[in-house]
C-alpha cells in the first residue's frame, strides 16, 4: 500500500514539476487501476492541456485573421479616403453645378422676356405686314382697273381714228366734188359769157337769151364763191381734222406708254403681293414658333429652377455624405489602431501559449483535428447561450436564438465526420458517450432557450448555472479524455 502511494505521489509530483515549465505533452491515459487523486489530476491536467490547445489554435487563427483584417482595413482606409476625396470634389462640383444653374435660369428668364418682347413685335409686324398686304392687293386692283381704262381708251381712241380717217377720205371726196363744181361753174361762167356775146349779136331777139345767161353767169359766180366758201371750210376741217389726228396718235401712243407702265406696275405688284405672302407665311410660322419658343423657355427656365434647387438639395446631401464619411473615416483610423493593438494582443497571446509545451503531431491522437473543431463548436454554442441569458431585450434574444441554431449545424457536422471516422473499439465508445451527454445537455440548452424567448429570465440562469453547466462540463471531460486515449 505504502509503495502504491509512494508511486501515486512520485507521479504527480513529476506531473506538476513538468505543469509548472509548462511541459503538457505527458500520456495521460487511464489504466483502470489510478488513484482517485491521480484521476483528478489527470483530469485537470487534461483540461488545461486541451485548453491550452483551444487557446493556442485560437490564438494563431486570430492572429492570421487579425494580420487579414489589418491589411483589409489598411486597403478600406486607402479607398474611404479616396471616396471621402471623391465626395468632397463631388460636394464642391455640386455647388459649383447648383450656383451655374440657377445664374442660367434667371438668365433663361431674362432670355423668355425679351423672346416675349420679340414674339410680341413680330406678331405686330405680322398685323401690320397683313395690313400692307392688303392695301397692296388694294393698289393691284385699281391699278388693274385703270389698265382696263387705258386699254379701253385705246380701243375707243383707235374708232376715232379709224373714224377720222374715214371723214378724211369724205372730205377728200368733197373737195374733189366741189373741184368739179369750181370746173363746171367756170364753164358755166364762160358758155354764159358766149351766151352773152351770142345774144349781143342777135340783138332783140337774143334779149331773152342774155338775161337767162346773165342769171346763169351770177348763178355761176354765186356757185364759184360758195365752192370758195366751202374749200375753206373743207380745208378748216382737213385742218383740224389733222390736229385731231396727231392728237389721238400722240394720245395713242401716251395711252399705249400708259398701258405698258401699268402692265408693268401690275407685275411688281403681283411679285410684291407673291413676296408679301411668302413672308407673311414665313413671319406667321415665326410667330407660332416664338410661341412655341416662349412657352419652352419658360417651361425650361421652371425645369432649371428645380435642377437647381434638386443640386441644392443633393449638394446638401453630398455635404451630409461627406461628414458622415468622414466620421466613418475617423472610425476607421480607430479601428485600424485598434487592429494593431489586437495584432500585439494576439502575438502577446502566442508568445504566453508558446510557453508551454503540448504533444507533437505524432502524439496527438489521430482524431485530434476533429475532436478539436468538435471543442470549438460546443464552447461557441455555450458562449452563444451564456450572451443570450445575459440579454433582455427580446430583439436580441432572437438575434442570439439564430445565431444558436447557426452553430447547432456546424456542431452537427462535427457529430457527422467524428461518426464517419468512430465506426469501432474505443473511438466508437467514446463517440457514443460523447453524443449521449451532448444530448442531455441539449435538453437543459433547449428548454433554457425557450424561456427565453418566453421572457422567462430567471429560470432560464438557473438552468444555465445549474444542469447546464454540468452537463455540458461532463460533455467537454469526455472529449478531453478520448482525446488523451
Known amino acids: 500500500m505504502k509503495l502504491f502511494r509512494s508511486f501515486t505521489s512520485r507521479w504527480m509530483e513529476e506531473q506538476l514539476a513538468n505543469m509548472?515549465?509548462?511541459?503538457?505533452?505527458?500520456?495521460?491515459?487511464?489504466?483502470?487501476?489510478?488513484?482517485?487523486?491521480?484521476?483528478?489530476?489527470k483530469k485537470t491536467i487534461s483540461s488545461l492541456k486541451a485548453l491550452i490547445r483551444l487557446v493556442n489554435r485560437s490564438s494563431m487563427h486570430?492572429?492570421?485573421?487579425?494580420?487579414?483584417?489589418?491589411?483589409?482595413?489598411?486597403?478600406?482606409?486607402?479607398?474611404?479616403?479616396?471616396?471621402?476625396?471623391?465626395?468632397?470634389?463631388?460636394?464642391?462640383g455640386m455647388q459649383d453645378t447648383s450656383e451655374?444653374?440657377?445664374?442660367?435660369?434667371?438668365?433663361?428668364?431674362?432670355?423668355?422676356?425679351?423672346?416675349?418682347?420679340?414674339?410680341?413685335?413680330?406678331?405686330?409686324?405680322?398685323?401690320e405686314a397683313l395690313g400692307f398686304s392688303e392695301e397692296v392687293a388694294a393698289g393691284k386692283q385699281e391699278m388693274i382697273s385703270s389698265k382696263e381704262q387705258m386699254n379701253r381708251i385705246s380701243y375707243e381712241s383707235t374708232g376715232i381714228y379709224e373714224g377720222m380717217n374715214e371723214l378724211n377720205k369724205a372730205l377728200s371726196q368733197i373737195t374733189n366734188i366741189v373741184r368739179l363744181i369750181e370746173e363746171i361753174s367756170g364753164q358755166t361762167q364762160l358758155l354764159a359769157l358766149n351766151a352773152n356775146i351770142e345774144a349781143a349779136r342777135a340783138g332783140e331777139q337774143g334779149k331773152g337769151f342774155a338775161v337767162v345767161a346773165s342769171e346763169i353767169s351770177k348763178l355761176a359766180i354765186q356757185t364759184s364763191q360758195a365752192t370758195l366758201s366751202i374749200n375753206e371750210q373743207i380745208q378748216w376741217v382737213t385742218d383740224n381734222a389733222q390736229g385731231l389726228k396727231t392728237g389721238i396718235d400722240s394720245m395713242q401712243e401716251a395711252v399705249?406708254?400708259?398701258?405698258?407702265?401699268?402692265?408693268?406696275?401690275?407685275?411688281?405688284?403681283?411679285?410684291?403681293?407673291?413676296?408679301?405672302?411668302?413672308?407673311?407665311?414665313?413671319?406667321?410660322?415665326?410667330?407660332?414658333?416664338?410661341?412655341?419658343?416662349?412657352?419652352?423657355?419658360?417651361?425650361?427656365?421652371?425645369?432649371?429652377?428645380?435642377?437647381?434647387?434638386?443640386?441644392?438639395?443633393?449638394?446638401?446631401?453630398?455635404?451630409?455624405?461627406?461628414?458622415?464619411?468622414?466620421?466613418?473615416?475617423?472610425?476607421i483610423l480607430q479601428?485600424?489602431?485598434?487592429?494593431?493593438?489586437?495584432?500585439?494582443?494576439?502575438?502577446?497571446?502566442?508568445?504566453?501559449?508558446?510557453?508551454?509545451?503540448?504533444?507533437?503531431?505524432?502524439?496527438?491522437?489521430?482524431l485530434q483535428k476533429e475532436l478539436d473543431r468538435w471543442v470549438e463548436c460546443s464552447l461557441g454554442i455555450r458562449s452563444i447561450m451564456v450572451s443570450m441569458i445575459d440579454s433582455r431585450d427580446a430583439e436580441e434574444i432572437r438575434f442570439?436564438?439564430?445565431?444558436?441554431?447557426?452553430?447547432?449545424?456546424?456542431?452537427?457536422?462535427?457529430?457527422?465526420?467524428?461518426?464517419?471516422?468512430?465506426?469501432?473499439?474505443?473511438?466508437?465508445?467514446?463517440?457514443?458517450?460523447l453524443r449521449s451527454s451532448w444530448q442531455e445537455f441539449s435538453v437543459v440548452k433547449?428548454?433554457?432557450?425557450?424561456?427565453?424567448?418566453?421572457?422567462?429570465?430567471?429560470?432560464a440562469k438557473q438552468g444555465l448555472i445549474n444542469k447546464?453547466?454540468?452537463?455540458?462540463?461532463?460533455?467537454?471531460?469526455?472529449?478531453?479524455?478520448?482525446?488523451?486515449?
Open 100 to 127: 451655374h444653374a440657377h445664374k442660367m435660369a434667371d438668365d433663361m428668364a431674362q432670355i423668355h422676356v425679351v423672346l416675349k418682347d420679340v414674339g410680341e413685335n413680330n406678331a405686330s409686324l405680322v398685323k
Open 400 to 433: 442570439w436564438h439564430q445565431e444558436k441554431e447557426a452553430m447547432e449545424s456546424e456542431l452537427a457536422a462535427c457529430f457527422r465526420h467524428l461518426e464517419e471516422k468512430s465506426t469501432k473499439g474505443i473511438n466508437k465508445g467514446y463517440f457514443d458517450s
Open 468 to 485: 447546464g453547466r454540468e452537463r455540458f462540463k461532463r460533455a467537454i471531460d469526455i472529449a478531453n479524455e478520448w482525446m488523451e486515449t
Open 256 to 331: 399705249g406708254v400708259g398701258v405698258k407702265t401699268m402692265g408693268a406696275s401690275v407685275n411688281k405688284y403681283e411679285e410684291m403681293e407673291a413676296f408679301l405672302g411668302r413672308i407673311l407665311i414665313q413671319m406667321k410660322e415665326v410667330d407660332g414658333r416664338f410661341g412655341i419658343i416662349t412657352a419652352n423657355s419658360s417651361s425650361i427656365a421652371d425645369s432649371l429652377n428645380q435642377t437647381s434647387a434638386m443640386i441644392e438639395e443633393a449638394a446638401a446631401g453630398c455635404e451630409e455624405v461627406l461628414a458622415s464619411t468622414e466620421i466613418q473615416q475617423e472610425n
Open 335 to 366: 479601428i485600424n489602431e485598434d487592429i494593431r493593438e489586437a495584432t500585439r494582443s494576439s502575438l502577446s497571446l502566442r508568445s504566453v501559449v508558446s510557453q508551454f509545451k503540448l504533444p507533437s503531431r505524432s502524439e496527438s491522437h489521430p
Open 62 to 92: 486570430l492572429h492570421k485573421k487579425m494580420v487579414d483584417m489589418r491589411s483589409k482595413s489598411e486597403l478600406i482606409t486607402e479607398q474611404v479616403e479616396g471616396v471621402t476625396a471623391t465626395i468632397r470634389e463631388i460636394a464642391v
Open 20 to 41: 509548472s515549465v509548462g511541459d503538457f505533452s505527458m500520456n495521460l491515459s487511464s489504466n483502470g487501476r489510478d488513484h482517485l487523486l491521480m484521476v483528478a489530476l
Open 446 to 459: 433547449d428548454q433554457n432557450a425557450k424561456w427565453m424567448l418566453e421572457a422567462e429570465y430567471e429560470k
